[in-house]
């Protein structure tokens, strides 16, 4: 085994206690200390420092004394070098070799087993003998393979468009990005999971001259598309360079990289070709808008600390058309009302799992109740594309809570609020003069009212929810929520629905119980609207 030096990536295996099966879990940890240690004398140790922090039971210390320092007092661990644990390391080409062999290197004996069955081989000889020519590959697929060394791909794999080298060892972006350099036909390069950024956050560090790209190979760089690069610390520098050297790229992807407002503000956008940008999990409060390229359509911020919308730097006619803000800190219903403002040309917005959408029976028709100005024939939101019916219910229902004086914090000057009045024939003089008990017609029609019977799960007592549901919505729409409120999976559960149906004739009733199993059909089309309310129960699988 070649032996580890300060600042390599580690991967270490271990079978999971009582679990019944023979499947390792992999977890790895960045090299910071090469040595000797007082418990284990004549034995090379490796101080590591997890990516998992609860995975450590240190700091680097031991006794006192620091042979590292790492990031969280629970992060850091010690291991003899001699640890079978330590998974060995490998490079590209014998990664590429074992995933991709020709027929003699199995054994044309050798069974092909989907789970407990055996399948007849027939074409996976000639398929396999297609791989083994590693020239023929177009999509190269070598995820968790322990690569940690890679070179000249051009000679290897010279017609690559698609390539996977995401959770590796790799520590050198630019190594790689000079690895890849030769690949003229590559669109496509996943490197997420290989930490490339040193210790900690973000760092502007290594500078740009260190960057290990061939000048030679600098001219072929820029075919690249989509780059992904979640979960690999990679410095400012490096985005900034990468951006920089790869005019074509359209999609790239920043997720889980702890970058802040100021780093975000320090990555320059200026001449790239970006359409998409995922900067998900990070740690965004103010995002300025005003410094990205004017061709991004797509921006994703969700799971991070944004509250306050009227505090986003954005331009005066921003062009981006897909916002996804889920998961952040929205509580106010008037910052939502800043959206359409903002960003005038959206069709597709996110924003499900902030505080705001706590209020589940209501949210959805705040939400598009208040936003009803963008195209609604275009708008998609939460995922769900909005038909104009699902729309127009939604509206009736909001004018009826402005003339109960039920929405006190909607802006009354603004011009989502002339033209619900034009298209209503609401006025100023009508609000709070509606009784609580007053609904629109056309609403009560297209709602229909469950009453959803929920067993006993984990040791909490069987209780009963109320939901009310639009009849476009599917019965996908109703396991998701139902999945919210009790933590199973949908796909854990299975929907009866229940009718008393009564025959005039001779003055008798009956129970009609039929199960939800067409998952996409519309609850309207399942003829529940024909009742005052349905009782649904949940069976788990």
Known sequence: MIPYQIGDRISIAETPKASGYAALLLHTATVRFVGEIPDWPNVTAYGIEWDDPLRGKNDGSINGIYYFSAANPTSGSFIKSSNKKILTRTNFQEALDRTYRAPGQVGEDAEIRFGTKVVEKLGFGKLSLIQAHHENLTTVSLNGMQIHSIGDLSQIVPNAETLDLSYNLFTDLGGVLGSVAGLKNLRTLNLNGNVFGGKGSIEMVPPLSSLS??????????????????????????????????????????????ISDEQFRSIDFRGSSLESLSLSFNELVHVDFTHLNPQLASIDLSGNNISQITQLKVPDGCPLDSLDLRGNQISSWAEVDQLPLKFPRLHSLRLNDNPLCDLAETYHLHLLGRLGFFDANQLAVDGTRVSSDEMEN???????????????????????????????????????????????????????????????????????????????QNVLRLKGYISAETGLSVFGFKLFYSLQLKNTRNNTSSVKRMELDEWFKALGSWGLDKHPSVCVEICQE
Not at 239 to 249: A, G, M, Q
């Open 213 to 258: 790209i061939p000048s030679a190979k600098k001219s072929l760089v820029a075919v690249l598309e989509n780059l992904f690069l979640a979960a690999t610390r990679v410095s400012v520098n490096h985005i900034n360079y990468t951006i920089r050297t790869h005019k074509s790229l359209k999609h790239l992807v920043l997720s889980s990289n702890g």
């Open 394 to 472: 939604a509206e009736f229902w909001f004018v009826s809570q402005l003339k109960q004086n039920k929405i006190p914090d909607f802006d009354m000057t603004g011009g989502r609020f002339h033209e619900l009045c034009a298209k209503y024939s609401l006025d100023s003089s009508q609000l709070g003069t509606q009784p609580d008990t007053v609904e629109q017609p056309h609403m009560n029609k297209s709602l229909i009212n469950f009453l959803i019977r929920l067993p006993s799960i984990a040791g909490a007592s069987e209780r009963i929810l109320k939901k009310k549901m639009f009849q476009s």
